[in-house]
């Protein structure tokens, strides 16, 4: 049984800065056309190019999280004769056989699926009643000299200039309007990447606090939870947050029916919209351990509106900020709504898999695809930070956090520079850092020492059980 749960730049996909922010379409750079269509079971993707070029890389080139290998190798099929779509390094590219340019006119086939990505958004959503919602920065793309330079390129692309970070995308489908930006439209374009548009008939269903897309096959209890646990623990973060970056989201939820032996929440943010994808046998029965559960992943999704929207890290290797934050939001939120949650428990999880994982440099999982130690790590840093901010204030996670968002609002952003420099002015302890610099930097040989180390520094209760740290 596993459960997989995404979160996002904005949430964060951990691609910050290069693939999730609004691009204004400058004369001097003109960006690629591109028009997404279904035509019954068919689906195309016809890109213009704007300039020659020998190889045009995709922005957003995440791997299956299941397989480990590229989406588009088993979605996408180049129609265009003499150009190939391969991978590179780690990114997805369009070359020609011939090395000559890339012709300005591609078309691309499409066969849309649910899966779920490391650290990106997913690049389909499927109903069970056909429709489908597909992601438009994944048809971003931008020019390079050659394959080689591809290859040579880093996985975080914020200090590398590239020629455009965007795509105009038209988009249309021949069974009727498709859904964008909560209205049916008959072929609207999207000039910004991170929005999903819906071809089909799945409807919005609008309430006072929330927007709903749910999938008609999603068992009963789940979209009942989700309709009215969400606008609860939303309420509950801008009460002791202030406001986040919506004050009234979207919710589309997909169902992936119920595989054998399996529980599977993944999900997404995106500016006022929470993507969500269920899957298992394990999920159609409503319990108190898949409330709870469920609860904990509304909570994490939503957090993202602060910590992850409202301020977002600068760089991928600091996504230990947000989706460590958010899972410590969720779980104390969840404490305080839902009191028969066991939230030690969750918290324990947390500091056996920081302790699994920091043998090697947290800052730099997301090039192992152990994406799992920014949330557990920075989850233990979260609650370094909290018992700090009790031993100087008397407050908690919140009012840390809160401080950090009123800090850095103006500008959106928050650095492990600031995150760090908030936590010793509370302690005074310029050691405090020194354990999390290793962890991020360096990872231990037993990172059940360092963790000790900082808990003691901190005040956080713990205490040592066959070389292993136990909260009490």
Wanted: with cysteine; proline share 6%.
């Amino acid at each position: 049984m596993r459960s997989a749960v995404l979160a996002a730049c904005a949430a964060a996909a951990l691609l910050t800065g290069c693939g999730t922010t609004s691009a204004k379409v400058e004369a001097e750079r003109p960006v690629p056309l591109v028009t997404v269509s279904r035509d019954g079971e068919r689906w195309t993707a016809d890109f213009t190019l704007p300039s020659d070029s020998p190889t045009w890389v995709f922005l957003r080139s995440a791997l299956a999280r299941e397989s480990g290998k590229p989406w588009r190798e088993g979605q996408w099929a180049v129609e265009t004769p003499g150009v190939v779509l391969e991978r590179r390094g780690h990114f997805d590219i369009l070359r020609t056989t011939d090395g000559g340019p890339v012709p300005r006119n591609i078309r691309i086939r499409m066969t849309p699926k649910a899966e779920d990505l490391n650290a990106d958004y997913d690049p389909a959503l499927i109903f069970t009643d056909g429709s489908a919602a597909l992601y438009a920065g994944h048809f971003t793309l931008f020019p390079i000299a050659s394959p080689e330079a591809a290859e040579a390129l880093p996985m975080d692309l914020n200090d590398v200039e590239i020629e455009s970070d965007n795509s105009r995308i038209t988009w249309r489908d021949a069974a009727g309007p498709v859904l964008f930006e909560g209205e049916r439209q008959a072929a609207p374009v999207s000039e910004r990447s991170n929005v999903y548009v819906l071809f089909g008939r799945a409807d919005l269903v609008d309430s006072p606090r929330l927007a709903t897309v749910i999938d008609p096959g999603l068992p009963v209890w789940l979209g009942d939870e989700i309709k009215t646990f969400s606008p609860r623990i939303a309420a509950y973060y801008a009460e002791r947050l202030g406001p986040g970056q919506t004050d009234k989201p979207t919710i589309m939820v997909s169902w992936n029916g119920p595989t054998p032996q399996l529980r599977s929440m993944g999900g997404s943010v995106l500016p006022g919209l929470i993507i969500m994808a269920f899957e298992g046998d394990n999920v159609v029965t409503e319990s108190t351990e898949m409330r709870d559960h469920a609860r904990w992943f509304i909570g994490h999704e939503s957090a993202h509106f602060w910590l992850g929207q409202t301020i977002r890290y600068e760089f991928s290797r600091e996504a230990w900020i947000t989706e460590g934050g958010a899972d410590l939001m969720a779980m104390r939120a969840q404490a305080v709504l839902s009191p028969t949650y066991d939230v030690m428990t969750a918290l324990q999880e947390e500091v056996d898999d920081c302790t699994t994982l920091a043998v090697k440099p947290v800052a730099s999982a997301n090039q192992r695809s152990e994406h799992r130690a920014y949330y557990a790590c920075g989850a233990v840093f979260g609650l370094a930070a909290e018992a700090a901010q009790r031993r100087a204030t008397g407050g908690d996670w919140f009012d840390f956090l809160k401080g950090l968002i009123e800090r850095n609002r103006e500008d959106g952003k928050v650095n492990r520079e600031e995150w760090l420099a908030a936590l010793l002015q509370l302690t005074g302890d310029p050691d405090v850092r020194r354990e999390i610099d290793t962890l991020l930097d360096e990872g231990a040989p037993d990172p059940a020492v360092l963790i000790a180390r900082l808990f003691d520094r901190t005040g956080v209760a713990y205490r040592m059980e066959g070389g292993k740290v136990k909260l009490v």
